[in-house]
């Protein structure tokens, strides 16, 4: 089974820093992978999908990028509304998420 | 607009077993996937299987094998999760999820199933 592993496993940052998260496959996925964004009472939200492409209405201050085992999922500019975990997920074959990466503000 | 509606919270005894739903509306039930998904107190996301409702052929993680059983309705659009053999551990909420065929990244999810398993 491919794992996927997620670091850090949380961070604080202040408003309008540069955020990077990054996920690591045990074996190479192409670029079978998404993000997700997972608020506290709410639904997961699909922010990625191919490792790189932004979903509709998903705001550019994210982006993502990687193939292979690594991969990055990047907040240009921490904004409150982005304190949430973040997980990433391969979706070649068997689905499987990372641990998640909790971020929060300074 | 796309929905996926789940059944209501659960309470359970251990050794118990649940089946939660998931109703679908909105699109053409049997050209997307629907997976389970749940997610422990405290804890992060974990995929437990799918579901492809055009014929039925399902896949679940190696964890769950033996525990779980993931089936559809389409004259209802429905999918359904049943979990047996009910521990403490199982206490989570679950989720439904839809993809494409193949592409198995999630865009739609349902409001989330509590579950709790109590003595």
């Known amino acids: 089974d491919i794992q996927m592993t997620q670091s850090p496993s949380s961070l604080s940052a202040s408003v309008g820093d540069r955020v990077t998260i990054t996920c690591r496959a045990s074996?190479?996925?192409?670029?079978?992978l998404a993000w997700y964004q997972h608020k506290p009472g709410k639904v997961p939200k699909l922010l990625i999908s191919?490792?790189?492409t932004l979903q509709s209405g998903v705001p550019s201050r994210f982006s993502g990028s990687g193939s292979g085992t690594d991969f990055t999922l990047t907040i240009s500019s921490l904004q409150p509304e982005d304190v949430a975990t973040y997980y990433c997920?391969?979706?070649?074959?068997?689905?499987?998420f990372g641990q998640g990466t909790k971020v929060e503000i300074k | 607009q796309v929905q996926l509606v789940q059944s209501g919270a659960e309470v359970k005894k251990p050794g118990a077993s649940v089946k939660v739903s998931c109703e679908a509306s909105g699109y053409t039930f049997t050209n997307f996937y629907l997976h389970w998904v749940r997610q422990a107190p405290g804890q992060g996301l974990e995929w437990m299987g799918m579901?492809?409702?055009?014929?039925?052929?399902?896949r679940y993680a190696q964890k769950f094998q033996g525990r779980v059983t993931v089936t559809r309705d389409t004259s209802t659009s429905t999918v359904y999760m049943e979990l047996s053999s009910l521990r403490s551990d199982d206490t989570a909420v679950y989720y439904c999820a839809r993809s494409k065929p193949w592409y198995h990244y999630m865009d739609v999810w349902g409001k989330g199933t509590t579950v709790t398993v109590s003595s």
């Open positions: 997920q391969k979706y070649n074959s068997a689905p499987r």
């Open positions: 191919g490792a790189s």
């Open positions: 579901i492809n409702p055009s014929d039925s052929n399902t």
């Open positions: 074996q190479g996925i192409i670029n079978y």
